[in-house]
Nanobody, 120 residues
Framework: VQLQASGGGLVQAGGSLRVSCAAS????????MGWFRQAPGKEREFVGAISRLGISTFYAESVKGRFTISRDKNTVTLQMKSLNPEDTAVYYC????????????????WGQGTLVTVSS
């Protein structure tokens, strides 16, 4: 399966943004899905994950209460609100054959990343 991330952009602090990840060459229904991000000069970090059937979601403490993951057959969406400059990063979606995972190395497929910039 190929993943295509979209929806990044520039937003002011306190604003909202939605990024999406669409599948081609297959459906996402067989995969747990996750979002990770990499800020300039930092390691890629876990943001959130949603289980294969969409029953369970998991979030990093830094985004809990502000970010929401949802999914349908071919798309996973990360809705972000109350954004702050520390959320500035390239956001990557990933697909894992596990039911879900919070661990980057468990992911089999990755999208190309979409840049989110939050200005102060």
């Amino acid at each position: 399966v190929q993943l295509q991330a979209s929806g990044g952009g520039l937003v002011q602090a306190g604003g909202s943004l939605r990024v999406s990840c669409a599948a081609s060459g297959g459906t996402l229904s067989s995969y747990g899905m996750g979002w990770f991000r990499q800020a300039p000069g930092k390691e890629r970090e876990f943001v959130g994950a949603i289980s294969r059937l969409g029953i369970s979601t998991f979030y990093a403490e830094s985004v809990k209460g502000r970010f929401t993951i949802s999914r349908d057959k071919n798309t996973v969406t990360l809705q972000m609100k109350s954004l702050n400059p520390e959320d500035t990063a390239v956001y990557y979606c990933g697909a894992t054959s596990r039911i879900y995972s919070l661990v980057q190395n468990d992911y089999d497929y990755w999208g190309q990343g979409t840049l989110v910039t939050v200005s102060s």
